[in-house]
């Protein structure tokens, strides 16, 4: 029996999604068949609302429904410290931590040769421009310990030096509840360069 095209569109957009396989996006495409007709046309507009309401904060690439972020908007933080993320996610991780009460700059990715992005598709003139603007003591890189991760980080280090700031990179080790038996080498060589006086 040949599929049905409306459910087989549907499940071919699911699928594009992270993490789902073609059997999840069949069973939600058959979930979503199940549903009454205004949970079903509440979720189609809230997906359309994805688009239409969130953009990028103009400041400090962060995403967005107001004019600026709250981020930005918000005088009570730290105007002197500013970290630099890979990505909006990555931002939310921090603020869930609160451990940080400075100011963000979003790149929107890393320099990755193998995907076709370099430097100029990442957002480092306005991060340079907001330096030369601001009152920035310290920036801290924060991108992820991955290749990508660690060209970017090294290519802002350079660009960085002729400022006067004391740039950082996020110190990498064992999680919380680690068993060191359990963890791999560069994890315990990352933990051993990050260590600190107590």
Partial sequence: MEKLKSLERVEESLAKLPSVGKK????????MLDMDEDSLEEFSLAIKELKEKIHVCP???NLTEDEICEICS?????QSTLLVVSHPKDLLAFEKA???HGLYH??????SLSKGKGVEDLSINPLIKRIEEGNFKEVIIATNPTIDGETTALYLAKILEKYPL???RIAYGLPMGGNLDYTD???IS???EGRRKI
Wanted: charged share 20%.
């Fill in 185 to 187: 080498s560069m994890t």
């Fill in 24 to 31: 999840s996006a069949e069973r939600m495409a058959y979930a």
């Fill in 106 to 111: 979003v790149l929107g990715g890393t320099i």
């Fill in 59 to 61: 400041i400090c690439g």
């Fill in 74 to 78: 918000d005088t009570s933080r730290d």
């Fill in 166 to 168: 004391n740039v950082t």
């Fill in 190 to 192: 990352k933990a051993l």
């Fill in 98 to 100: 609160e451990g940080f």
